[in-house]
């Protein structure tokens, strides 16, 4: 079984092919042509579309994939692959019937469902964690999700909107309309915006950039403490673009989370291929409805 896999965010359109060879052994998988295109979110919700239909064209074509699945930005409806709700870093998004828009393009089986709700799927089964974890993606923006307990399927995977839960009153105007958001704060995106850098490995590692790494942690800590109090999870799992550089900051930022215990926090062991493992792992065992 082939699938072409894909993971669309804000700024880029990671996809790749993963390969299972025994389906009744889903973590035996090989992932390859892995590889990434610019999202051009800010050409408008046609430039978006075409770039995910040449991303999946490219791999159907070459690879003789059977089927399509993937993890995108916004919330999206379990049943149908639409999405239900997405901010403007994916424009035109809301109300896009993603599934069926590629189903009937590439008369191929497709599931879509949430990024951060793939990258949980995925830190789960393959990343080796216990039941109850929070996972969060530091991207464009910040998606958050809960695994509960139990047989691996949508009724265990949570999608939290930790995103655009207000951290500060009157604070920056959120893509969602609300301002204050924690995705404004905890995110890729507030890194470049508060040190006006396209690098943002330089927030932790130039001096210049103190305020804004501490405010940063500040930020974090707070929608962390707010996840392990309201969740209690085993673990807090902490993925996306952020955390590829992680050698730059996890230790300073772990030291300071003590009252955070008894959570473990736990970078994201599959990095940047979490939502294209987490759409395939989806796909394949069949419980997510949307197929
Ligand atoms: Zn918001």
């Given at each position: 079984m082939k699938l072409a896999c894909l993971d669309v965010g804000g700024t880029t359109i990671k996809s790749a092919v993963v390969t299972v060879n025994d389906k009744e052994d889903l973590k035996s998988y090989d992932l390859g042509a892995f590889s990434f295109v610019p999202t051009e979110a800010s050409m408008g919700f046609e430039r978006i579309r075409a770039n995910i239909h040449s991303s999946v064209a490219a791999l159907v074509k070459k690879h003789g994939c059977d089927m399509i699945a993937v993890a995108t930005a916004g919330t999206v409806d379990w049943?149908?692959?639409?999405?239900?709700y997405a901010t403007?870093?994916?424009?035109?998004?809301?109300?896009?019937d993603f599934a069926k828009d590629l189903k009937e393009t590439f008369s191929l089986p497709a599931i879509v469902i949430n990024d951060a709700t793939a990258a949980a799927v995925a830190e789960h089964c393959y990343g080796d964690l216990s039941d109850r974890d929070v996972v969060l993606t530091l991207g464009t923006g910040l998606g958050s999700a809960l695994v509960k307990p139990g047989v691996l399927d949508c009724d265990c995977v949570e999608d939290l909107h930790l995103g655009h839960i207000v951290l500060h009153k009157d604070g920056y105007v959120c893509k969602c309309g609300?301002?204050?958001?924690a995705e404004q704060y905890v995110s890729a995106s507030a890194l470049k915006r508060d040190s006006g850098q396209n690098d943002i490995s330089l927030v932790f590692t130039d001096k210049r950039y103190a305020k804004v790494k501490a405010d940063f942690f500040d930020n974090m800590h707070r929608v962390i403490k707010y996840a392990v109090e309201k969740y209690s999870p085993d673990n807090v799992v902490i993925g996306g673009g952020?955390?590829?550089?992680?050698?730059?900051?996890w230790n300073d930022f772990v030291a300071l989370c003590g009252d955070c215990a008894p959570s473990v926090l736990r970078p994201a062991?599959?990095?940047?291929k979490a939502g294209v493992l987490g759409a395939a792992y989806s796909a394949m065992c069949g419980k997510f409805r949307n197929q």
């Open positions: 049943d149908s692959g639409k999405v239900t403007d870093a994916l424009p035109g998004f809301t109300g896009y609300n301002k204050g958001c952020v955390v590829e550089i992680k050698n730059l900051w062991a599959l990095a940047n």
